[in-house]
């Protein structure tokens, strides 16, 4: 078991922000007041529906998405906006990855949609296993409902890659492919980002 500062993820937000505007890859430093846990990262992505899943299947390829046979299948090679934070749990201390997707009209994807589009990678659990990785809470600072992967998990994954120079960037390519937020490889060429990363990152929610 891992956690994190509210200082040492400061410090990971910087450098990120650093290497983000060296990169042009879009991150955001958002500062809701000097307080512990009142800073956090944001970014802005556009997911194709159809196209997205279907490449994620291919990666699977055996492993059995979530079963949600009694829905209609998606069809739509709609283009959604998906809007991430990165926010530091007090409580947990570790990050936490918030988001919400927006369809063209405006709607935002509800948390069954999303379990559809952003499984692909998850092996079938139950409707109350997924509540308990993928699922809807308020936003620590929006107060607003937002989707995001739950921490449970967070503070193992990291024990396993202490040797991280930037915890934040080790997070974020561990979980950031389940919900389709690919950090670039740069960031771990530039922290040298730990061999363990690349061996637990298919298997974090296996059972």
Not at 31 to 55: F, P
Request: hydrophobic content about 35%; proline content about 4%.
């Amino acid at each position: 078991m891992l956690t994190m500062t509210w200082e040492e993820f400061q410090k990971d937000c910087g450098e990120l922000m650093h290497l983000s505007n060296e990169f042009d890859d879009g991150w955001e430093l958002v500062s809701k007041g000097s307080d512990v846990g009142q800073v956090y990262l944001k970014k802005t992505e556009k997911v194709r529906e159809n196209l997205e899943v279907a490449i994620d299947m291919e990666e699977c390829l055996l492993e059995e998405p979530l079963d949600l046979s009694s829905e209609e299948p998606v069809q739509s090679d709609e283009l959604i906006t998906v809007e991430y934070h990165v926010v530091y749990s007090i409580s947990y201390q570790v990050p936490m990855l918030f988001f919400r997707g927006y369809r063209s009209n405006g709607a935002l994807i509800s948390l069954e949609e999303s379990w559809k589009l952003f499984n692909a990678t998850i092996k079938s659990y139950t409707r109350q296993e997924m509540l308990s990785i993928l699922t809807q809470m308020d936003h620590p600072h929006l107060f607003k409902p937002f989707l995001c992967l739950h921490p449970c998990k967070t503070a193992e994954i990291l024990g396993q890659t202490s040797d991280s120079q930037n915890k934040l960037v080790t997070f974020l390519s561990v979980f950031g492919p389940y919900v389709h937020l690919k950090l670039s490889a740069k960031y771990g060429m530039y922290f040298n980002e730990p061999e363990a990363v690349q061996n637990i990152r298919r298997d974090t929610f296996s059972r």
